[in-house]
C-alpha cells in the first residue's frame, strides 16, 4: 500500500516537471501566451482582469488561452 502512494507522488512530480519544460517551451516560443496561461492558471485571474492588465480585449485573452492550452496539450501528448 505504501509502494503505491511513492508511485503516485512520483508520477505527480514527473507530471508537474513535464508541465513546467512545456511551459518553459510555451514562454520561450511566445512570452505573451506563456504569461497570460500563468495568471489564469496560477494566479486565478479571470479573462476579463487578464484582459485589462493586458490592455486588450476580453475576446482577444481567450483566443490566447485557447492557444496556450492547446500548445500545452501537444507538447505534453508528445512527451509522453
Known sequence: ELDD?????ALDAQQALAIDQA???????????AETLSWRVFGG??????????????????RDLSIARNYLRMA????Q
Open 23 to 33: 511551459l518553459r517551451a510555451l514562454d520561450e516560443q511566445d512570452a505573451q501566451l
Open 76 to 79: 505534453l501528448g508528445n512527451a
Open 45 to 62: 485571474l479571470t479573462s476579463l482582469q487578464i484582459a485589462e492588465l493586458r490592455g486588450v480585449t476580453e475576446r482577444t485573452v481567450q
Open 5 to 9: 502512494g511513492m508511485q503516485d507522488r
